[in-house]
Nanobody
Framework: QVQVAESGGGLVQAGGSLRLSCSVS????????MDWYRQAPGKQRDLVAT???????SYADSVKGRFTISGDNAKNMVYLEMNDLKLEDTAVYYC???????WGQGTQVTVSS
């Protein structure tokens, strides 16, 4: 059973930065993609960023230029660097491994004015 665990969320002022971490219990190289999603209260879970096995990153339009996804195969870790945070970035952020996918429990990000 693959275990996925997010960390790094918290309370930050608008314009600030946070780095989320995703720890995976097995090699992330076995997964075609690693993704970050987010879900705001009362809304659906949306895809934020994707990192392919080959290292290609893609982003939702709402976070392009502000968020960066990266991975460390040696540590079985995936990261989401979030800069210039906005109030609308407030959500629970989830890491998803593979196309199944395997989900983590989520980490809360709250952006205040």
């Amino acid at each position: 059973q693959v275990q996925v665990a997010e960390s790094g969320g918290g309370l930050v002022q608008a314009g600030g930065s946070l780095r989320l971490s995703c720890s995976v219990s097995t090699s992330i190289f076995i997964f075609t993609t690693m993704d970050w999603y987010r879900q705001a209260p009362g809304k659906q879970r949306d895809l934020v960023a994707t990192l392919t096995r080959g290292g290609t990153a893609s982003y939702a339009d709402s976070v392009k230029g502000r968020f960066t996804i990266s991975g460390d195969n040696a540590k079985n870790m995936v990261y989401l660097e979030m800069n210039d945070l906005k109030l609308e970035d407030t959500a629970v952020y989830y890491c998803a491994a593979g196309t199944r996918p395997y989900w983590g429990q989520g980490t809360q990000v709250t952006v205040s004015s």
